[in-house]
């Protein structure tokens, strides 16, 4: 599966933005999908999941409210709502998938990864 994400951007604080990660060559199966955020001079960090057979979610816990995650089964995507932006959430997003995990979703072993795409949040 090679994977694109796209919709970043530049928003101002409040704004609201939707990544979308597209899955080419072949479908998610039963696998799972994430999203991760790394921001300049930070440690990459787990923002959201999806198994995508059971469409059964897990976004961690400080971002829980603003964000949520969802896939569109027949167009093999997943995407990250993302409202109520702030200056912090300012990063890099990645998604990543793998095509079997049976620990809780922010501890699968993503082996899949896809070029990030920029947010950018402006005070």
């Known amino acids: 599966v090679q994977l694109q994400a796209s919709g970043g951007g530049l928003v101002q604080a409040g704004g609201s933005l939707k990544l979308t990660c597209a899955a080419s060559?072949?479908?998610?199966?039963?696998?799972?999908v994430g999203w991760f955020r790394q921001a300049p001079g930070k440690e990459r960090q787990f923002v959201a999941a999806?198994?995508?057979?059971?469409?059964?979610?897990a976004t961690t816990d400080s971002l829980k409210g603003r964000f949520a995650i969802s896939r569109d089964n027949t167009a093999n995507t997943a995407y990250l709502q993302m409202n109520n932006l702030k200056p912090e959430d300012t990063a890099v997003y990645y998604c990543a998938a793998t095509s079997a995990c049976s620990r809780l979703l922010h501890q699968c072993d993503y082996d899949n990864w896809g070029p990030g795409t920029l947010v950018t949040v402006s005070s």
């Open positions: 999806i198994r995508w057979k059971s469409a059964h979610t």
């Open positions: 060559r072949r479908t998610f199966g039963s696998g799972v």
